[in-house]
């Protein structure tokens, strides 16, 4: 099951993929294949001046990720549990292991950004402080449901319960020893061992991690054996010993050193953290989410993790010191990934009230949860109603520098609209969007069309980006920046 497969259940109201209504022209990361392009797309023809920049067709089969699993979509399930994660192995498999022993390294394609700085200095530095406004793991899976849970270790009475330290100088979480009856319900062990695992490859130096990544006597091997046996006092006995190895690792400066290294933040640690903050929140509320009213533009769909941050890192090369908005934020995911991934300051505007209330939720449990990893996170910012109407939206737009629209269900007349807000934003400014607001090139015809302004790029997206299609199937989005200097030139030339 791929991540997010639960929010749109194929058959159901899901919103389907829209045919590209512009001629498909692939942008692709990988290596261009060494044809040269035809020289007559290189000239616009005299009296036009092309608004959409095209590379030579590239066969997508042919540049697609080898697949790691086949999906059955006919055996797809809602699920109440997201897994945004790209690995979707459930048990602690050597696999995971023997991967997780290759240190996590910035992709050297990734732009670092100077001023980024991931350490939140009150969370390794202060006195133990309560998590007031964090959902802890025991309250979203217990034995008091009883319908829904059973013990992780029913040999054991007495292993029922532990507290798990993270990285900060925060309370620890509380986690109940259960195993859920249905395989898509919240599994604790499942969290805990990801935990672990994470903080063992990004907070660690390589000596720590290898201690504890040993295939023969490693913590993390112990813990799995301790699994597979269904030792409760084994398993309760090796977290106590993780959590002293983390307070002492935190105590004598080896975390935050590790973390002052640091100017990027690894993609499996954000997708961790937003799952968390997903699965505590959301999940337990996500009916919620299947109240809209399909072929209207309040239909739910999310961007997925690994697409997003594509988006904002190798696309947009957003930085800390900018601005971003989500117009059409749903329950917040891409604004929260946005100020945890990039430390920028983070907007969102949606007007279906069920999605803003979870959206509230998930940014109390947020805030929490990133100083509970000792992490520092930009200031997030959240608007209900319409985005055409709303005021602060407007205000912010003109000083946005990345902007994404959602626009995949939007119907013709609230694209039409929102084209006539980027009459507003700043040159330079950035616009990401799954349908194309450019006409093919200016014409006379056109010339007093707001979207003209748009100087735009088609790309190409993978499977398992978005949460409305077959994880199997990709798509076509479009990076659009705000250009007047090609209208002028348009109208100059008449």
């Known amino acids: 099951m791929g991540p997010f497969d639960f929010l749109q259940k194929k058959g159901s109201q899901a919103i389907k993929p829209q045919p590209a209504r512009i001629r498909t022209e692939t942008v692709s990361i990988l290596p261009k294949?060494?044809?040269?392009?035809?020289?007559?797309?290189?000239?616009?023809r005299i009296g036009t001046v092309p608004a959409i920049k095209r590379a030579k067709k590239v066969d997508r089969n042919a540049l697609q990720p080898p697949k790691a699993r086949r999906q059955d979509s006919k055996k797809r399930q809602i699920s109440k549990q997201p897994r945004l994660e790209s690995d979707s192995d459930d048990s602690f498999s050597d696999d995971i292991l023997e991967a997780s022993n290759k240190r996590l390294r910035i992709s050297p394609s990734v732009e670092p950004?100077?001023?980024?700085?991931?350490?939140?200095?009150?969370?390794?530095?202060a006195a133990e402080v309560a998590m007031g406004n964090m959902v802890q793991a025991a309250e979203i899976?217990?034995?008091?449901?009883?319908?829904?849970?059973?013990?992780?270790?029913?040999?054991?009475?007495?292993?029922?319960?532990?507290?798990?330290?993270?990285?900060?100088?925060?309370a620890k979480e509380s986690f109940e020893l259960v195993t859920p009856i249905n395989s898509d319900d919240f599994k604790p062990l499942e969290d805990i061992k990801e935990v672990l695992e994470i903080i063992t490859t990004c907070y660690l130096p390589e000596t720590e991690a290898t201690e504890l990544q040993d295939d023969s006597h490693g913590l993390l091997r112990r813990l799995k054996r301790a699994i597979d046996r269904l030792s409760g006092k084994d398993y309760t006995e090796l977290i106590e010993e993780w959590n002293d190895k983390i307070v002492s690792l935190r105590n004598n400066g080896t975390i935050e050193k590790v973390l002052?290294?640091?100017?990027?933040?690894?993609?499996?640690?954000?997708?961790?953290i937003l799952t968390q903050t997903y699965s505590r929140t959301v999940s337990p509320r996500i009916h919620l989410l299947k109240q809209y009213q399909n072929g209207t533009d309040n239909v739910y769909g999310e961007l997925l993790p690994k697409f997003v941050s594509n988006i904002l890192r190798r696309d947009t090369r957003l930085k800390s010191n900018q601005i971003f908005v989500d117009l059409g934020s749903g329950v917040g995911n891409v604004v929260l990934q946005a100020a945890l991934e990039i430390g920028c300051e983070s907007w969102g505007c949606e007007m279906m009230d069920n999605a803003c209330d979870l959206a509230e939720l998930q940014v109390k449990d947020f805030r929490e949860?990133?100083?509970?990893?000792?992490?520092?996170?930009?200031?997030?910012?959240?608007?209900?109603?319409?985005?055409?109407?709303?005021?602060?939206?407007?205000k912010i737009l003109q000083q946005a520098d990345v902007v994404l629209v959602n626009n995949q269900a939007f119907t013709p007349e609230l694209n039409d609209s929102l084209s006539r807000l980027f009459l507003d934003l700043k040159e330079g400014c950035r616009v990401v969007s799954l349908k194309s607001f450019a006409?093919?090139?200016?014409?006379?015809?056109?010339?007093?069309?707001?979207?003209?302004?748009?100087?735009?790029?088609?790309?190409?997206?993978?499977?398992?980006?978005?949460?409305?299609?077959?994880p199997n199937n990709g798509g076509t989005y479009y990076v659009s920046t705000k250009d007047s200097s090609k209208l002028k030139m348009f109208a100059d030339a008449l």
Not at 113 to 125: E, P, Q, T, W
Not at 441 to 462: F, M, P, Q
């Open 33 to 44: 294949p060494k044809e040269a392009l035809d020289p007559r797309a290189q000239r616009p």
């Open 260 to 272: 002052d290294g640091l100017n990027h933040l690894d993609l499996r640690l954000i997708e961790r």
């Open 439 to 470: 006409p093919k090139k200016i014409t006379s015809r056109n010339l007093n069309s707001a979207c003209n302004v748009l100087d735009v790029v088609e790309k190409e997206y993978y499977s398992g980006s978005v949460s409305w299609t077959d």
């Open 369 to 394: 949860r990133c100083r509970l990893w000792g992490l520092s996170a930009g200031s997030i910012h959240l608007e209900r109603g319409d985005f055409l109407e709303n005021k602060n939206i407007g």
């Open 141 to 170: 899976a217990s034995l008091q449901m009883a319908t829904k849970y059973k013990p992780a270790f029913p040999d054991d009475p007495e292993a029922t319960h532990i507290y798990l330290q993270y990285p900060s100088e925060s």
């Open 113 to 125: 950004d100077r001023h980024r700085r991931l350490r939140c200095m009150k969370s390794l530095s």
